[in-house]
Nanobody, 125 residues
Framework: QVQMVESGGGSVQAGGSLRLSCTASGLTFAAYAMGWFRQAPGKEREGLACINENGRGTYYADSMSGRFTISRDNVRKTLYLQMNSLKPEDTAIYYC??????????????????WGQGTQVTVSS
C-alpha cells in the first residue's frame, strides 16, 4: 500500500519561507517522477513543480517565478518543496504526488497515481 505524508505547512507572514516535506512508503521511491500541487479554496488543483526520478531534472509552473525549489532525497525517500518570498495568494493546501507508472516529469495532475493528504499553508499580509 502506497502512503505519502506531507509535513511542514503552517502559518507565515508575507515574505517568509516554509519547507514542505513528503515521505513515501510502499513503492520504489527512486523509480518515479514526483510533483507538488496546491489547491486554494474555490480553485482547481494547480501543478507547481515536478522532479524526475534521479533528481537531476525539474520543471516549474511559470507562476512560481523562481520562488519555489523542488528537490528529493532518494535515500531518505523524501520529497521537498522550499518556498521563499511567500505571498498571501500562496495560501492553499499543498499536496505531493508520485506516479505508479513511469510518465516522466509533469505538472499535470492526471499523470500522478498516488497523493498525500495535503498540508495547509497560510500566508498573511
Amino acid at each position: 500500500q502506497v502512503q505519502m505524508v506531507e509535513s511542514g505547512g503552517g502559518s507565515v507572514q508575507a515574505g517568509g519561507s516554509l519547507r514542505l516535506s513528503c515521505t513515501a512508503s510502499g513503492l520504489t521511491f527512486a523509480a518515479y517522477a514526483m510533483g507538488w500541487f496546491r489547491q486554494a479554496p474555490g480553485k482547481e488543483r494547480e501543478g507547481l513543480a515536478c522532479i524526475n526520478e534521479n533528481g537531476r531534472g525539474t520543471y516549474y509552473a511559470d507562476s512560481m517565478s523562481g520562488r519555489f525549489t523542488i528537490s528529493r532525497d532518494n535515500v531518505r525517500k523524501t520529497l521537498y518543496l522550499q518556498m521563499n518570498s511567500l505571498k498571501p495568494e500562496d495560501t492553499a493546501i499543498y499536496y505531493c504526488a508520485t506516479q505508479g507508472t513511469y510518465r516522466g516529469c509533469s505538472i499535470s495532475a492526471g499523470d500522478y497515481d498516488y497523493w498525500g493528504q495535503g498540508t495547509q499553508v497560510t500566508v498573511s499580509s
